[in-house]
């Protein structure tokens, strides 16, 4: 069974850099029938799509949040993860990490998710 | 980039059926897929390929898709079913990028 669990500061100061981090367990996260994405959710709010990235190591973006996020894999580790950087308070969310179907072997879906790590922007 | 529509609030009376639509363009080309989610925690996939069921997910559950709306339709409305609903389909500008729906709250009455 997949499992996926976020890591993060929880407090971020304005301006400063966020980095979250999600650790694969119970499966491969090496597989081309995957790739991995990062979701944030604003308090109150619906589910914004951030960036996803393949094992191989290509990656996609939100055009909105581009200029400001990088997202990157570790495969040894098995770890995915994003920086955010000069944060405002429009960054504080709850951010979810999911597996994403890439072909015909997998679920056309983000199909596995996190729990969610809330991230506070706060001076 | 695409845009998916919801209705904001949706209720529905125990045991009835109701059903929850999202518009959008990109759905002429891709799927919607659908997930719930109930307070304080993760999103969880219930529809896949417009009419596909994740395991675990009761049969009450079911999708469709016409044009450029797609509707996950639940027949027997219960309890549990009360929480925000989400669609999400592929953008029209890339087939890795993303869109959401703004979510569709279920009130089971």
């Known amino acids: 069974q997949m499992h996926l669990q976020e890591s993060g500061p929880g407090l971020v100061k304005p301006s400063e850099t966020l980095s979250l981090t999600c650790s694969v367990s119970g499966g491969s996260i090496s597989s081309s029938s995957y790739y991995w994405g990062w979701i944030r959710q604003s308090p109150g709010k619906g589910l914004e799509w951030i960036a996803s990235i393949y094992f191989s190591g290509s990656k996609f973006y939100n055009p909105s949040l581009k200029s400001r996020v990088t997202i990157s894999i570790d495969t040894s580790k098995k770890q995915f993860s994003l920086k955010v950087n000069s944060v405002t308070a429009a960054d504080a969310a709850v951010y979810y990490c999911?597996?994403?179907?890439?072909?015909?072997?997998?679920?056309?879906?983000?199909?596995?998710w996190g729990q969610g790590t809330m991230v506070k922007v706060s001076s | 980039s695409a845009e998916l529509t919801q209705d904001p609030a949706v209720s529905v009376a125990l045991g009835q059926t109701v059903s929850i639509t999202c518009q959008g363009q990109t759905l002429r080309r891709h799927y919607a897929t659908w997930y719930q989610q109930r307070p304080g925690q993760a999103p969880v996939l219930v529809m896949y390929?417009?009419?596909s069921r994740p395991s675990g997910i009761p049969d009450r559950f079911s999708g469709s898709n016409s044009g450029n709306t797609a509707s996950l339709t639940i027949t027997g409305a219960q309890a549990e079913d009360e929480a925000d609903y989400y669609c999400h389909s592929r953008d029209t500008s890339g087939i890795h990028r993303e869109v959401f729906g703004g979510g569709t709250k279920l009130t089971v009455l």
């Open positions: 999911a597996r994403r179907g890439g072909d015909y072997q997998a679920l056309d879906a983000f199909d596995v």
């Open positions: 390929d417009k009419n």
